[in-house]
């Protein structure tokens, strides 16, 4: 009897798609938005960063269902989409992906935010009387030290992505093959008694989430080693 069934093997692969594209999607957007949170200080700023994080206290579900109706046949998004012959992108993985972006863009920012404004001004202005550029500055000198904390966004949004449920299930439905994810799969298996199949699920995300996080633990312990 093989340990895991088609269906489990099948939500594992999209979940870890899902984490993978959430995760890649979220450092090209956090980089940019955390970068110019550091440099800020106006009204705006804060405005912006409250937004950023608004989903770390908003309940899943909350968020899920106005993005439903975002991406939903009545949404703002109807007219757009429409010309490429969609009528929504609720139910599909797009969807959950968008979702996922969502729901973890202060994991992604924030430890990224930490790292920039731990660096202060006085390198770039070094920099600036050098001759340096502001985008010559940021990439030879902002991203390089800040790398811990581009790491740390990578591994907290990409464990983050792993364990979502309430909002990938307002979004996507829990389709089999295409939006059910292990969260959902386990879910499932718990109203169906199939506490073995339910037990082997549960146990490998409690282990892959106890490594990801030990390794984010030793990348931070490394870290204050080189500076100390």
Same mark, same amino acid.
């Given at each position: 009897m093989d340990v895991l069934s088609s269906e489990s093997i099948q939500v594992i692969k999209t979940t870890l798609v899902l984490a993978l594209y959430t995760t890649f999607f979220l450092q090209i957007l956090a980089l940019p938005l955390a970068w110019w949170l550091a440099q800020k200080t106006s009204v705006l700023r804060l405005f912006i960063q409250t937004l950023v994080t608004l989903? *770390?206290?908003?309940?899943?579900?909350?968020?899920?269902?106005?993005?439903?109706? @975002? *991406?939903?046949?009545?949404?703002?998004?109807?007219?757009? %989409?429409?010309? &490429?012959?969609?009528? =929504? +992108?609720? @139910? #599909? &993985? =797009?969807?959950? +992906?968008?979702?996922? %972006?969502?729901? #973890?863009?202060? @994991?992604?920012? +924030?430890?990224?935010?930490?790292a920039f404004q731990a660096l202060g001004k006085a390198p770039f202005e070094v920099a600036a009387t050098m001759g340096a550029s502001p985008w010559y500055a940021f990439r030879t000198i902002a991203l390089p030290l800040a790398r811990n904390g581009i790491l740390t966004s990578m591994i907290l949004t990409f464990a983050h992505t792993l364990g979502e449920f309430g909002i990938v299930l307002m979004i996507g439905g829990n389709i089999p093959g295409k939006t059910q994810v292990v969260s959902t799969q386990l879910f499932n298996l718990v109203e169906l008694l199939d506490y073995r199949q339910a037990n082997i699920l549960a146990g490998g995300m409690l282990i892959a989430s106890f490594f990801i996080l030990f390794g984010l633990a030793v990348l931070q312990k490394n870290a204050r080693e080189r500076v100390y």
């Open positions: 989903p *770390l206290v908003l309940p899943p579900t909350v968020l899920g269902f106005y993005i439903l109706v @975002f *991406l939903g046949p009545s949404g703002p998004l109807s007219s757009l %989409i429409g010309q &490429f012959g969609l009528t =929504t +992108l609720a @139910f #599909s &993985f =797009t969807g959950i +992906l968008i979702g996922s %972006i969502v729901y #973890s863009l202060p @994991f992604a920012i +924030l430890p990224i935010l930490t």
